[in-house]
């Protein structure tokens, strides 16, 4: 029978054992080393594993539940409140049927009363008479003891509650992004002037801003990449960016242009529609371009996107859009779930809400007051980041406001970089791009 030298030691020692783990021969020195060192390698390992088990020993299970609880008892609550509702309603239908039933048998009866005694008053009574009498009399005594045998009939369908009604949904919990935001401190930045911050927008890679009178692209390290002059006297009210067309859409107070950044070549669209007022916001999906124009009460238009032209599709006035004295302050498609965020201003008791909408309907999913936001000349503008999550910008207070998917305040972000932040965008590499008054600063999302 051949024998097997050490892997480890070679012709000088003979093994002594075939390792399963390694599939090693070993002589008895190596064999007990390497048994060592695996079991050093389990030693932390059962330190963490008793510290989990110490862990899931201490949970508290009424306190980790609390919050859903508080949701499911306030469920029951409005449940029991839908039916006292209803019940309540239909009590008083009941008791309008039954009223309404007896007030016109007592108004029958009282009509007969005074025929009668108009009669036997007059003394010209007939038979033909005295039979109509007594068939309505009748009548009205069949009917008078249908009340006491039977009412009203009423059909009452079941209530029926089913499981779905209430879902855990356990896996969407524990992906659902809860650490929260930090910024890193400024990686670069920019001058820039406070008529220019506004004037601003990006893809994953560039940065189209202006400088009046330029328009400048910048790379995510904020480099000079191109610059063009547009027209002089060109007001730019809006920009953003269409994945559609693989360009940026400039918004002018009247007009719509297109710019390949390319080229840095510009060319204006004709927008066909009729309007009140000077364009205010845009946004475009990867379907439709989106404006609004500037008036309270604000209308909102949809655009079909065609490769060299914008074809008008709908209109969306008030209240669909706002009441009349609201606003739509600035709004943002998000090309991820087909729904449009928008911040809404209130002229009479200067509240703004944050909303949620459908793109196809403009009807509201969500909604939440902005009790931090204060009414400013600069508008609030947001911006998405995260996974369909939201940054709000509030420069009163040089605060970003942090908000879920769902409409939840999730954390207050001060803002202390030297000048209140105006804008703020995301790119795909995490990289947050925040203007100023002064400045275009870029962070990195920690």
Not at 241 to 258: E, G, K, P, Q
Not at 301 to 313: A, D, E, G, K, L
């Amino acid at each position: 029978m051949s024998t097997q030298s050490c892997s480890i030691c070679g012709p000088k020692r003979t093994s002594r054992a075939l390792c399963n783990c390694c599939k090693e021969y070993l002589c008895l020195d190596h064999l007990k080393e390497h048994d060592d060192l695996l079991n050093a390698q389990l030693e932390p390992l059962i330190d963490n594993i008793n510290q989990l088990a110490d862990r899931l020993q201490q949970v508290n299970v009424d306190s980790l539940l609390q919050p859903i609880r508080l949701q499911l008892d306030q469920w029951k609550q409005e449940a029991f409140q839908s039916i006292e509702r209803i019940y309540e309603q239909k009590s008083n239908e009941l008791n309008e049927l039954i009223s309404k039933k007896l007030n016109h048998l007592r108004q029958e009866t009282e009509q007969i009363q005074t025929k009668i005694a108009q009669v036997i008053r007059n003394h010209d009574s007939t038979n033909e008479q005295i039979d109509v009498f007594v068939k309505t009399i009748q009548n009205l005594e069949r009917e008078t003891t249908d009340i006491y045998i039977k009412p009203i009939n009423i059909n009452i369908r079941p209530l029926i509650l089913e499981d779905n009604y209430i879902i855990f949904n356990v896996e969407e919990q524990i992906n659902n992004n809860n650490d929260p935001l930090m910024l890193s401190p400024i990686i670069q930045t920019i001058s820039s002037s406070a008529n220019d911050v506004d004037c601003i927008a990006c893809n994953d890679t560039c940065i189209l801003l202006h400088h009046h009178p330029t328009l400048c692209l910048y790379d995510f390290n904020l480099n000079l990449i191109k610059q063009t002059h547009p027209y002089p006297d060109m007001s730019i009210a809006d920009m953003c960016w269409s994945l559609a067309l693989n360009r940026f859409i400039i918004l002018t107070d009247y007009d719509v242009f297109v710019l390949n950044d390319k080229t840095m070549s510009l060319e204006k669209w004709d927008i066909r529609t009729r309007k009140k007022g000077h364009w205010h916001s845009i946004t475009c999906s990867l379907e439709h371009l989106y404006l609004t124009a500037y008036k309270w009460g604000t209308n909102a238009y949809q655009f079909n996107i065609r490769p060299s032209s914008f074809v008008f599709n709908r209109k969306w006035t008030s209240p669909t859009t706002c009441v009349k004295d609201e606003s739509i302050d600035h709004f943002i498609h998000n090309n991820n779930n087909n729904q449009i965020a928008m911040i809404l201003q209130n002229r009479i008791n200067n509240n703004k809400h944050f909303q949620l909408r459908s793109d196809q309907t403009l009807k509201c999913i969500w909604s939440i007051e902005l009790k931090q936001c204060q009414m400013t000349v600069h508008r609030n503008r947001f911006c998405s980041i995260r996974e369909n999550e939201w940054l709000i910008i509030d420069s009163n207070q040089s605060h970003l406001l942090y908000i879920s998917r769902d409409g939840i305040f999730k954390q207050i972000i001060n803002y202390n970089f030297n000048q209140p932040p105006r804008r703020a965008f995301q790119n795909k590499s995490n990289f947050l791009l925040v203007t100023t008054n002064h400045s275009v600063n870029l962070h990195q999302l920690l």
